[in-house]
């Protein structure tokens, strides 16, 4: 029983971290001077991790049932225990989502870095055939 109340109370207490750091980064983007697809970014990012982070104290708080949920005869046991595989798993998927939200946005800013790249070389040359052109 002990170790049930320790894995809770550190499964909580990791929730309040988490929510406390997703807060906290929200803070300092909304006071830093970037582009509003950065800002869209980080809020959607926010919502996900403010969200995956309140089902693991969820899941820990529930996790305190689970001494009671020994018997598999029980209508209860199943119902906790599905419950339970259902939380772990929908942690799995907002994990999933935020991979690919970040992976879609950092490709569109690696294709804008790549286009500000082009325009600037082609600066360059267009400037280098004027110089070389005028003598």
Same mark, same amino acid.
């Given at each position: 029983?002990?170790?049930?109340?320790?894995?809770?109370?550190?499964?909580?207490?990791?929730?309040?971290f988490l929510i406390y750091s997703d807060f906290k980064k929200w803070?300092?983007?909304?006071?830093?001077?970037?582009?509003?697809?950065?800002?869209?970014f980080g809020r959607r990012q926010m919502r996900r991790r403010i969200?995956?982070?309140? *089902?693991?104290?969820?899941?820990?708080?529930?996790? =305190?049932? $689970?001494?009671?949920?020994?018997?598999?005869? #029980?209508? +209860?046991?199943?119902?906790?225990?599905?419950?339970?595989?259902?939380?772990?798993?929908? *942690?799995?998927?907002?994990?999933?989502?935020?991979? =690919?939200? $970040?992976?879609?946005?950092?490709?569109?800013? #690696?294709? +804008?870095?790549?286009?500000?790249r082009q325009e600037s070389l082609g600066g360059l040359r267009d400037?280098?055939?004027?110089?070389?052109?005028?003598?």
């Open positions: 029983m002990t170790s049930v109340v320790l894995t809770a109370s550190g499964l909580v207490l990791l929730s309040l803070r300092a983007l909304c006071r830093a001077d970037v582009d509003p697809t950065r800002i869209s969200f995956s982070s309140s *089902l693991i104290g969820i899941v820990g708080i529930a996790l =305190l049932g $689970s001494p009671w949920m020994l018997e598999p005869r #029980q209508n +209860q046991f199943w119902w906790y225990w599905a419950g339970m595989l259902m939380m772990v798993m929908l *942690l799995g998927v907002m994990a999933c989502l935020d991979v =690919l939200d $970040s992976v879609r946005y950092f490709r569109n800013v #690696q294709h +804008q870095l790549l286009l500000k400037g280098d055939a004027g110089i070389q052109e005028s003598p």
